[in-house]
């Protein structure tokens, strides 16, 4: 169904009566919409059962700016994506807006985004999957949150990660495209079991050898030089290491 028509058809069967159509449109507690009206966001909090929030295709009817603000106590998991590609149109998603108390997966993956806008991430308790790749951020509002353990930063423009350490949850991290990256601090998070630094541009990863949880690693398309060794480097006595991409490396 296009946009137009999605529109139409909440414009004649529903009117102003939004709470109706989007109870209509939810599926095993799961609701995808591809459309937001200035007034929308204050009627999740009507929602008793949904628990899953999709607006990846996220298209807006007005040109300003606008504070994306979300309040449901049922809703575990949001994923959020503007298709408005023009610079003035950015999603303008403040983490502080969302009254989301039962978060557990929040996906913000090329947003535009700012580290600024992810401050008060620690008010979500449960939250354990964050994704904000794409964005211009680093870990300033994300080394405090301590129920994580998955986290995506591709292609965040990071450097330096030293409080990474303090996640001491982690099992699965992607730090895929962000070249020049320094992973010593990686070697102090020892549950990490899924890891992806490929496309990085590292001489060397030496340092990850104390990962002894380490199951799959991707380190394509980087610069190492004796790949078969380097691969490993230290986990091989790690019997549940099962996975070793290095593909395109020098």
Known sequence: MTEQNNQNMRNNKYGDNIIKYYEDNIREGSLQIGSWRRGDDTQLKNFKFLEKFNITKLIIFFDNQFRLKLKNQTIKQLFVKTSINVEKDVLNLIVDDLELENLEVLLLDSNKMCSEQLNHLTKFKKLHTLDVSFNDVDLTHIHNVLSLTKLSMQRCGLKHIECISSLVNLEYLDLS?????????????????????????????????SLINLKVLDASSNQLQNVDSICYCGVRANFDFNKCLCNNCA
């Not at 010593?184 to 030496?206: F, G």
């Open 177 to 209: 495209v962000n070249s020049g990256i320094d992973i010593n601090p990686l070697c102090k998070i020892t549950t990490i079991t899924q890891l992806n630094i490929s496309n990085c541009n590292l001489y060397q990863i030496d340092q990850i050898g």
